[in-house]
């Protein structure tokens, strides 16, 4: 059973910083990549960052410059720091993950129950 776990969200004003931690636990054979989304009220949801295992980072276009995707050595834990925050980035962000389980399986797609930001003007 693969579990992903958010934790790091919260309530800050315009300008202040927060980093996410996202940390997989469970039987898992392999990780491919590593994944940051985020869904505000009434949109659809957007990527964020995303890193791959050979270390490719992938940013939106709107946190470019603000956002840095990582993760630790051991690649069950990826982490989104976060600076410079607008209003417009008020969300549940999502971790997302591309694994494998077991040989028997196909790399599949697996994401966390998302945690809160807010930023206030």
């Known amino acids: 059973q693969v579990q992903l776990v958010e934790t790091g969200g919260g309530l800050v004003q315009a300008g202040e910083s927060l980093r996410l931690s996202c940390a997989a636990s469970g039987s898992i054979l392999a990780i491919y990549a590593m994944g940051w989304y985020r869904q505000a009220p009434g949109k659809q949801r957007e990527l964020v960052a995303g890193?791959?295992?050979?270390?490719?980072?992938n940013y939106g276009d709107s946190v470019k410059g603000r956002f840095t995707i990582s993760r630790d050595n051991a690649w069950n834990t990826v982490y989104l720091q976060m600076d410079s925050l607008k209003p417009e980035d008020t969300a549940v962000y999502s971790c997302n993950m591309r694994l494998r389980r077991t040989f028997a399986d196909s790399p599949d797609d697996y994401w966390g129950q998302g945690t809160q930001v807010t930023v206030s003007s």
């Open positions: 890193i791959t295992s050979a270390g490719t980072t």
